[in-house]
């Protein structure tokens, strides 16, 4: 693994324990959401613009998007 996807897995790991406390979830249930809408993928994804932001921003820019892919599931 070179040092770039070191940083996003660090990332990935931060965001998922982050999204866990803010929403008193276990590590499996916050991994669950997170798999079921592709939360990790757009992380990843976007790694670059979003790595730069605050805890808060990220919590929110996650809320945001799962709530987009709920509308496309309905």
Same mark, same amino acid.
Do not use: P
């Given at each position: 693994?070179?040092? &770039? @996807? @070191?940083d996003?897995?660090?990332? /990935?790991?931060?965001?998922?324990? @982050?999204? &866990?406390?803010? &929403?008193? /979830? ?16 757009? /992380?990843? &994804?976007?790694?670059?613009? /979003? ?24």
């Amino acid at each position: 693994m070179n040092k &770039k @996807q @070191q940083d996003i897995a660090y990332f /990935l790991s931060f965001c998922t324990e @982050q999204y &866990k406390n803010e &929403k008193h /979830l276990s590590g499996s249930d916050a991994m669950d959401v997170m798999s079921k809408y592709g939360v990790l993928d757009y /992380l990843a &994804k976007h790694y670059e613009m /979003l790595h730069t932001q605050g805890r808060q921003w990220l919590m929110e820019d996650i809320d945001e998007y799962i709530a987009l892919r709920r509308k496309e599931v309905s």
